[in-house]
């Protein structure tokens, strides 16, 4: 939870509120969950049942205003295909840029606040100032471990050097 308030401190929008009401659903699940442990037999089952049913209406509230937009995006973009990138490719991006942060935050030789990551049809950027270059040929093996990174371009700088 906290990670989905930083991302969306660092890029404020409709789509970082919607990881934040997720992550929150997510949280206070795993809370009534544990609740639920001090109950036996059917109270523990009907506990844990208005959990996951809690969870998923804390959920589908955050995703709600994702799919009006969506619905909006696409009755109003033109038939033809443009160079612009359609609603799919951009969540698909965003999915992406959004695993590629994760995994960086996960590495903690990184110091994640450094690299910046972004994502267009497939194709990650890297940039940012770091400490060394291994830190930068580690980040670049992060992100093309990531399921769905197409190419990584690496824009990082080492400190010191610009």
Aim: charged letters at 35%; one cysteine or more.
């Amino acid at each position: 939870m906290a990670k989905a308030e930083l991302e969306e401190r660092h890029e404020p929008g409709s789509k970082s509120e919607r990881r934040v009401g997720i992550a929150k659903a997510e949280a206070a699940h795993a809370i009534a969950r544990e609740k639920c442990d001090d109950k036996t037999d059917d109270a523990k089952k009907n506990c844990l049942k208005d959990a996951k049913e809690e969870e998923t209406r804390a959920k589908t509230a955050a995703r709600a205003p994702m799919k009006l937009a969506a619905a909006t995006e696409a009755k109003a973009a033109p038939a033809a295909k443009t160079g612009a990138e359609s609603t799919g490719e951009y969540v698909d991006d965003a999915v992406i840029t959004t695993k590629v942060k994760a995994a960086v935050l996960q590495e903690t030789t990184l110091k994640s606040a450094e690299i910046n990551v972004e994502t267009l049809r497939g194709t990650v950027q890297l940039t940012g100032f770091v400490r060394s270059r291994a830190d930068i040929n580690k980040a670049v093996e992060i992100a093309k471990a990531v399921k769905g990174v197409k190419s990584v371009k690496n824009d990082m700088i080492l400190k010191g050097t610009q």
